[in-house]
T-cell receptor, first 111, second 118 residues
Framework: QKEVEQNSGPLSVPEGAIASLNCTYSDRGSQSFFWYRQYSGKSPELIMF????GDKEDGRFTAQLNKASQYVSLLIRDSQPSDSATYLCAVRDPGRRALTFGSGTRLQVQP | DTEVTQTPKHLVMGMTNKKSLKCEQHMGHRAMYWYKQKAKKPPELMFV???????INESVPSRFSPECPNSSLLNLHLHALQPEDSALYLCASSQDASGSQSQTSEQYFGPGTRLTVT
């Protein structure tokens, strides 16, 4: 059973702080990793994807991947109240087009 | 442009009704997906189409019937649904259709159809 684990939260951070969201996965063969942001009542929005070990930066977002530890994280710098949402980690099943999602971490950025 | 459109936005149907959900993308993507999402849960994969052919059916009940008329369109036909089928139905697409771990496997979601079965 492929698993993607996330802490459900809520993770509460003050405005301007760095929010750190974490995700672990069970299938060592996985190679594609995605972070989606989902506001309440809306659909998931792709914000980052990463395929290689190391860091990938896009604006205020940094995705980090450590395949040896089967760990992927998302850092949000200078957090804003508008970042308050549920963040879903998704891992592509090797050899299939299917994504396995974690249960999501709810982030609250306090003004 | 990474837009996937879905209609209708909201749908209320009785258990004896037949209705269809529609999804469209004009990004030239060759894989399209249906997901179901219940409140406070992650999306659950239902079906995957690749090059207009059904490639994955996650043991979905036959009261859900997918159809891919062409590479830009995806339908989900609904018949004799149960109240527990009430959920947000999400369509997604991705460029990758090979099944490989290529860098074109990002999936983009449409806004979803909020379905209520009474």
């Amino acid at each position: 059973q492929k698993e993607v684990e996330q802490n459900s939260g809520p993770l509460s951070v003050p405005e301007g702080a760095i929010a750190s969201l974490n995700c672990t996965y069970s299938d060592r063969g996985s190679q594609s990793f995605f972070w989606y942001r989902q506001y309440s009542g809306k659909s998931p929005e792709l914000i980052m994807f990463i395929y290689s070990n190391g860091d990938k930066e896009d604006g205020r977002f940094t995705a980090q991947l450590n395949k040896a530890s089967q760990y992927v994280s998302l850092l949000i710098r200078d957090s804003q109240p508008s970042d308050s949402a549920t963040y879903l980690c998704a891992v592509r099943d090797p050899g299939r087009r299917a994504l396995t999602f974690g249960s999501g971490t709810r982030l609250q950025v306090q003004p | 442009d990474t837009e996937v459109t879905q209609t209708p936005k909201h749908l209320v149907m009785g258990m004896t009704n037949k209705k269809s959900l529609k999804c469209e993308q004009h990004m030239g993507h060759r894989a399209m997906y249906w997901y179901k999402q219940k409140a406070k849960k992650p999306p659950e994969l239902m079906f995957v189409y690749s090059y207009e052919k059904l490639s994955i059916n996650e043991s979905v009940p036959s009261r859900f019937s997918p159809e891919c008329p062409n590479s830009s369109l995806l339908n989900l036909h609904l018949h004799a649904l149960q109240p527990e089928d009430s959920a947000l139905y999400l369509c997604a697409s991705s460029q990758d259709a090979s099944g490989s771990q290529s860098q074109t496997s990002e999936q983009y979601f449409g806004p979803g159809t909020r379905l209520t079965v009474t």
